[in-house]
């Protein structure tokens, strides 16, 4: 919509309608609600300027030789609707699926804008490999509704998943007796407590997750962090010991109550009594969790296995090292092996 309007890279958008919108949150929930047509207001150069366009919906994916559905559940709690996505092979009938539960970050899992982002091709992969898969937008995200992302708790976004799980199970296009879930950093914190939820669940993947005390798995992961940086000992040191006094200072875009309510969270004890198969996918170059505390899940697990990939980073992409990935913060091409590896995983167990 700025597109057609006329505005260009570097403007800044101030209002919608007289309304001042300070945050991508503010510009996503005011636009959740725009009707016909509005006044975009923004600044260039230091000049502000008004213009009248037209309300227009963002591009839907497409996927060659599959089917992209849009679709909607119901999050009871919050009494509000979410927006659903499924990609399916266009031929087939019903096929295993795959629940995608995210990470931390309030971002969009509707890549019509980026198909290039390595998600949305690791999504494309398992669909090419004959696998439906299923994506909830979370309240406050996309189109969506309900309350910011931000303001979320984990319980808030089981209840998500549980809904998203529900409609998957009514689709044409899912055996209902092949559904599983695949949990990305603390979308694998997640990941088992939905197997509590939906004990019929086929098995979980998660990747680049632990089930230590939250606390515990952000400390060490800042002290590695720091050490990839090149940080001295005492730098790194000062900085743990003010980890130490409030944990939850960096809140990822999070409140203080969810990083709480992960914390409360007994993951050692939800694993072992977890009786859906596991695959832990590990990642080379992963700098956000160490490889042993994900080895560690597969030890708890009744059934696991783990698959761990040369040159995987945190974030679905390959790189050199470590210190490439921290330095690009999770850009770089998709690891191809990571679609391959997973979907013949699922395969196998259908």
């Not at 366009?53 to 060659?64: A, K, M, S």
């Not at 609707?81 to 629940?99: D, H």
């Not at 743990?240 to 709480?260: I, M, N, S, V």
Request: charge should be negative.
């Amino acid at each position: 919509m700025a597109a057609h309007a006329g505005l260009a890279a570097g403007d800044v958008i101030v209002a919608i309608d007289g309304e001042a919108i300070a945050s991508v949150a503010a510009l996503g929930e005011r636009l959740r609600r725009a009707r016909g047509s509005i006044v975009l207001s923004y600044a260039r150069l230091g000049a502000r300027a008004d213009v009248e366009v037209e309300v227009r919906e963002c591009p839907r994916e497409t996927l060659e030789g599959a089917v992209v559905r849009y679709g909607e559940a119901r999050h009871a709690e919050l009494g509000a609707r979410l927006r659903t996505i499924v990609t399916s092979p266009r031929e087939g009938g019903a096929r295993p699926a795959i629940l995608l539960v995210p990470g931390i970050a309030c971002a969009s899992i509707d890549f019509g804008l980026t198909p290039g982002a390595p998600l949305a091709q690791l999504l494309r992969g398992w669909t090419e490999r004959g696998l439906t898969t299923l994506r909830v937008e979370r309240p406050g995200l996309g189109d969506s509704e309900g309350p910011p992302c931000a303001a979320l708790d984990p319980r808030d976004e089981l209840a998500c998943y549980a809904a998203g799980l529900a409609a998957l199970r009514d689709d044409p296009a899912v055996d209902r007796e092949r559904i599983f879930v695949f949990g990305h950093s603390v979308g694998g914190m997640l990941a088992p407590l939905l197997g509590e939820r939906f004990p019929d669940l086929r098995g979980a993947i998660v990747y680049g997750t632990s089930a230590r005390r939250w606390s515990r798995c952000l400390r060490d992961g800042v002290e590695r962090q720091l050490a990839l940086r090149g940080r001295a000992p005492e730098e790194i040191a000062a900085r743990l010991a003010r980890f130490d006094e409030e944990p939850f200072e960096e809140r990822h875009g999070r409140t203080l109550a969810y990083h709480q309510a992960l914390e409360a969270l007994e993951l050692t004890e939800v694993w072992a009594r977890a009786s859906m198969p596991a695959l832990v996918v590990i990642g080379e170059h992963d700098w956000v969790v160490s490889e042993e505390e994900q080895r560690a899940i597969a030890a708890l697990a009744r059934e696991a296995e783990v698959l761990a990939l040369e040159g995987l980073d945190h974030a679905f992409t390959t790189h050199p090292s470590r210190e490439a990935s921290l330095s690009a913060l999770g850009a770089g091409a998709l690891h191809t092996r990571l679609a391959e590896e997973t979907a013949r995983w699922v395969l196998a167990r259908s």
